[in-house]
């Protein structure tokens, strides 16, 4: 799956408008993620997982920055994202299950907080864009 | 023990009696075969599915999303057993319409997003859980009868 020039544009406006949000809107997306799918809290045994959680906080915002950065590098995510790649292959290994419970939440907060900017064409756009990332995070696990 | 417990199946049923079910039938089918348009394969004789912008005001698309989500309204009324209240459903979408259970999944989560859409800051992490586990069990009811 290919991201097209139409795709890469939409992307990029949407995730403009987020601006300075896109670290509360990755926590609530990580809140999300841990409330429609319990499983993912497996990952995070360390960590205090309840609503307003410093630490989800924190991981939200990392996760957001990361996503940040994948939009300005959309012409070349391997690249960008080489080192997530190897922390996640390596490292963190999770499952690659769990790309797609993240994602789903993130469409849903960024549905919920910018319902002019989320329509059909910017939801495919964003789905496909989630979904190269994932792939990308998911490529040296074998 | 309960599919919902009883807080869950007010959340559900709070939200649900906001919407407009013949709308967001049609906004969910046409976002469906927007973001994953491999689904449209169940749709030829649809007509103009060319672009999002003619998905979305296809008449046909919008009258098969209002059937599709009255039948699931309906079955939120049996939410303790969706595998009864669908079994006969199950068996047409394998026997006659041919239809891979995952995209039971994927429309569950469109309209995920499409309630989401409609709802925004009341549609929260605990209202949204209760709709995956909705999604989830009908997707699972509408598969059950597969072979």
Known sequence: MVLSSADKNNVKACWGKI????????????????CSFPTTKTYFPHFDLSHGSAQVQAHGQKVADALTKAVAHIDDLPNALSDLSDLHAYKLRVDPVNFKFLSHCLLVTLACHHPEEFTPAVHASLDKFFSAVSTVLTSKYR | MSFLSAEEKGLVNGLWSKVNVDEVGGEALGRLLVVYPWTQRFFQSFGDLSSADAIMSNAKVKAHGKKVLNSFSDGLKNIDDLKGAFAKLSELHCDKLHVDPENFRLLGNVLVCVLAHHFGHEFN???????????????????????
């Open chain 1, 19 to 34: 601006g300075s949000h896109a670290g509360e809107y990755g926590a609530e997306a990580l809140e999300r993620t841990f």
């Open chain 2, 125 to 147: 992490p605990q209202v949204q859980a209760a709709f995956q586990k909705v999604v989830a069990g009908v997707a699972s009811a509408l598969a059950h009868r597969y072979h």
